[in-house]
């Protein structure tokens, strides 16, 4: 089937990989209830999944690298033996081919071996870059154990110094990280102009016009990278930070994380929240502005749960929870009373 779509595609293999929201699910459902061909398809990709990865580990859409890579070593084994099997009748047909193979080998080797010692030469650091489209999300597993859980439309490059145990991520967008708590090993993480650095803990980043730091478990510091880490801001459990591009100074809130997850989560949640920090955090999930016509609406509680995470749809939701109305261009929102 040449004609499925890239972001179908996703939803696929979010789903075969076990990291599908529950509203990602509901869309590839309604994608398989449209033709009966498209259930075929599924099957025979599930089926493939299961015994081998083939080619889709050479997608971008891999979720479950560490298993698909399991699986890329037994089939490698197996090839490794066939291999040997066909070397053995080259060899005994063509020697000169054999003896150009095992100079080739030597080149190689040599050219491993002058890498390494490069590489140690520089301190035994290496860099490493991975990225998303807009239509996917990534999980990568660092070295030490630690979990990133990389956004739509965003890109880490990861340096890990092997000779003083530093991880150092440089971030653009949007990921979650799940840290191996090291009391030997410093993980810090750059984005725009904040250093965030932890010793073991699980917290989500965010870039752009503000940088946004929720902590879902431990403790981490937060800071411009001009400052000296004595001045750092200490975020625990439940804490959101937010440092904006023109302005040092970290502000910290304490009223709850979980919608800025939401993305992670697969759902928004709303327990008799003020409208007035609704759209704070709809500001800040969406990066879209948010006014009131009307400052009555700000006084009105919403209480509502979603696993709809577009955001008309979210919109429209709230819209009706609250009986209220919207208008939206490019740069705003403007809620008000019907």
Known sequence: MNNISEETWVLITRKLSGEATPEEERRLRKWLDEDPKHREY??????????????????????????????MRSKLAEERVKSKQNEYKRRNKNSVYTWAIAASVLVVVFSISLFAALNIWEGLSSLTTYETSAFEQRIITLSDGSVVRLNRSSKIEVEQNLSDGINIVRLE?????????DPDRLFKIQVDDAIVQVLGTSFNVKGGDKVMVAVQDGLVSFRHKDHEE???????????????TNDREIMIEERGIENYLSWKNGYLRFDEMPFAQVITQLERIYGIRQELADSAVANQKL???TERMEMEEVLETIALA?????????KKIIWDLK
């Open 42 to 71: 599924y099957n025979n990709i599930e089926s493939s999944w299961n015994s081998t990865p083939g080619p889709l580990v050479n997608t971008p859409f891999f979720f479950d690298y560490d298993s698909g890579l399991k699986k």
């Open 303 to 305: 209480t509502v749960y």
């Open 173 to 181: 967008g949007e990921a979650f990280f799940d840290v191996v708590e």
């Open 230 to 244: 004595g001045n750092a801001a200490r975020l625990s459990a439940g804490d959101l930070g937010l440092m904006f």
């Open 322 to 330: 609250l009986d209220l109305t919207f208008q939206r261009d490019e």
